[in-house]
């Protein structure tokens, strides 16, 4: 008998969890509370070569191949002055691919649009409000008072998880970082920089980076400090002028482009709060389990987000194909995938604190990155992870990983 699944949540861990559970020979039908996709949501992203490689587990590589742009390395400076060291973003994968930097829409639309035509059923306008473990499986219930009964539910609906909070109701909340995020997309500027390269900028008075687009265009984001957390109400009060009018004056003093970038931009985008999770205790009950940002939301300054998302995908479908029972796939899954989470999280809240330095770290900072130089390897942990779809997985309920990935 056919296995079915629920995935709550079509943002990019719903359709491509769906995708992976199809291919491992389980029925799965994704449920988004919105009543459209996520046409135009979102600024852009990078999808670290990580990420590319877990999709192409799937087959889903040259879905995202021609959106955006190659990422090659990244640099990191003090205003305007010469980076004070550069980065690279892990070793292509054998057919030349790596880390890429997309707009967030076209990852959504292009991930969306593969999983409906591999035969994935969507349904929109159906928030979930409760879930209950019901005659051997979940039953879903929703806010149009419809409901859905499969054998196994996942929560891939992100930051705010419903799936997360009837898993545990205690679960904590998402941690405040304090960083707000806007940017947007220059154009009609000439920078003297080569296209694909991303550079980091500690501004005097706010972080910042951009990279050039092979079109000419600069994709460009900054993290204007904010200590006390705001509402999305006060977020939102913020017009269009005012956050033009905000970023001028923090990079008044600085002397590389962050002002071009600013003016040369059409429309800056609304800004908004910074969260991740530096551990979620609990990850599944009762045949519902949750993956990507429910489970453990990284800040974006891990550039992980989505990849972390995308490998939690694989390994869950690999689990719940090669284990004995659900309960048993669960826990493997957990087993190989919280120890990496957790520690990009970590990794994305040192590279967060980073951005709001004080005067005397600034000072510092250079003769840092001349005293400490990590090679290539140091971060082979995070950009040099694969997974393998045809190696098997060994169901492990003592909680010890049975395989890498």
């Given at each position: 008998m056919t296995i079915k699944a629920l995935v709550i949540g079509g943002g990019i861990a719903g359709p491509v969890t769906a995708m992976a559970l199809r291919r491992a020979g389980i029925e799965a039908t994704v449920y988004e509370a919105y009543n459209r996709g996520a046409?135009?949501?979102?600024?852009?992203?990078?999808?670290?070569?990580?990420?590319?490689?877990?999709?192409?587990?799937?087959?889903?590589?040259?879905?995202?191949?021609?959106?955006?742009?190659?990422?090659?390395?990244?640099s990191i400076g003090m205003g305007g002055k010469k980076p004070m060291a550069e980065f690279g973003f892990g070793a292509a994968l054998p057919d030349g691919t790596g880390t890429h930097t997309i707009r967030r829409a076209d990852l959504y639309d292009s991930l969306r649009d593969e999983a409906v035509r591999r035969g994935v059923p969507t349904e929109y306008g159906k928030r979930l409000v409760a879930a209950a473990?019901?005659?051997?499986?979940?039953?879903?219930?929703?806010?149009?008072?419809?409901?859905?009964?499969?054998?196994?539910?996942?929560?891939?609906?992100?930051?705010?998880?419903?799936v997360r909070t009837i898993i545990d109701p205690g679960a904590p909340p998402p941690r405040y970082v304090p960083l707000l995020n806007t940017g947007g997309y220059a154009r009609g500027l000439r920078l003297d920089v080569e296209p694909g390269e991303m550079h980091m900028v500690f501004g005097r008075g706010c972080f910042y980076s951009y990279v050039v687009h092979p079109d000419g265009?600069?994709?460009?984001?900054?993290?204007?400090?904010?200590?006390?957390?705001?509402?999305?109400?006060?977020?939102?009060?913020?017009?269009?002028?005012?956050?033009?009018?905000?970023l001028l004056d923090l990079f008044a003093e600085d002397d590389g482009p962050a002002r071009d970038l600013v003016t040369a931009t059409d429309e800056i985008f609304a800004g908004w709060n910074t969260y991740d999770f530096p551990k979620v205790p609990v990850w599944h009950r009762n045949r519902m389990i949750i993956v990507g940002d429910a489970a453990h939301a990284t800040s974006p300054a891990s550039g992980q987000g989505a990849s972390m998302a995308i490998e939690d995908a694989v390994v869950l479908a690999k689990c719940l194909r090669d284990a004995g029972d659900v309960h048993d796939a669960f826990t493997t899954y957990e087993s190989l995938r919280r120890h990496r989470v957790e520690r990009v999280v970590a990794q994305g809240k040192r590279n967060g604190d980073g951005k709001t330095l004080g005067p005397v770290m600034r000072h510092l900072l250079p003769l840092l990155f001349k005293l400490y130089r990590p090679g290539p390897e140091a971060m082979d942990w995070l950009y040099g992870h694969r997974i393998d779809w045809d190696s098997p997985v060994s169901p492990c309920s003592s909680g010890r990983p049975g395989i890498r990935g």
């Open positions: 046409d135009g949501v979102g600024a852009f992203l990078t999808l670290a070569v990580n990420g590319v490689a877990a999709l192409g587990a799937l087959d889903l590589q040259a879905v995202v191949r021609d959106k955006g742009f190659a990422t090659t390395k990244m473990p019901e005659a051997g499986g979940v039953t879903a219930t929703f806010a149009d008072g419809s409901t859905a009964h499969a054998d196994l539910l996942i929560g891939a609906d992100g930051l705010r998880s419903t265009d600069v994709w460009w984001f900054a993290n204007p400090r904010q200590p006390r957390e705001q509402t999305r109400e006060e977020l939102a009060a913020v017009t269009a002028d005012e956050w033009r009018a905000r």
